[in-house]
Nanobody, 115 residues
Framework: QVQLVESGGGLVQPGGSLRLSCVAS????????MGWYRQAPGKERELVAQ???????DYAESVKGRFTISRDNAKTTVYLQMNSLKPEDTAIYYC?????????WGQGTQVTVSS
């Protein structure tokens, strides 16, 4: 059974930083492309960052230069370092494969950017 468990969210002031983690089990992590997605209230879920099995990374324009995705295959973990956070980054953040699989969604981790 596949499990993706996100952590690291919280309340942070604008301009602050957070580091999210996602531990995967039940998949051959090293061969999977992984992504961080987010869903803000009243909006559709969107892909914000992806890292391929080769290590290639790509980002949504809205987070480019502020967010960094990385992975540790030995720990079957994908990370999202978020800097210079803005109120519009407020959302529930999820990890999943690329492309995503509906059965893999976890609970996500809430990120709230507010003063």
């Amino acid at each position: 059974q596949v499990q993706l468990v996100e952590s690291g969210g919280g309340l942070v002031q604008p301009g602050g930083s957070l580091r999210l983690s996602c531990v995967a089990s039940g998949i051959i992590f090293s061969i999977n492309h992984m992504g961080w997605y987010r869903q803000a209230p009243g909006k559709e879920r969107e892909l914000v960052a992806q890292i391929l099995s080769t290590g290639f990374t790509d980002y949504a324009e809205s987070v480019k230069g502020r967010f960094t995705i990385s992975r540790d295959n030995a720990k079957t973990t994908v990370y999202l370092q978020m800097n210079s956070l803005k109120p519009e980054d407020t959302a529930i953040y999820y990890c999943n494969t690329i492309p995503y699989k509906n059965d893999y969604w976890g609970q996500g981790t809430q990120v709230t950017v507010s003063s």
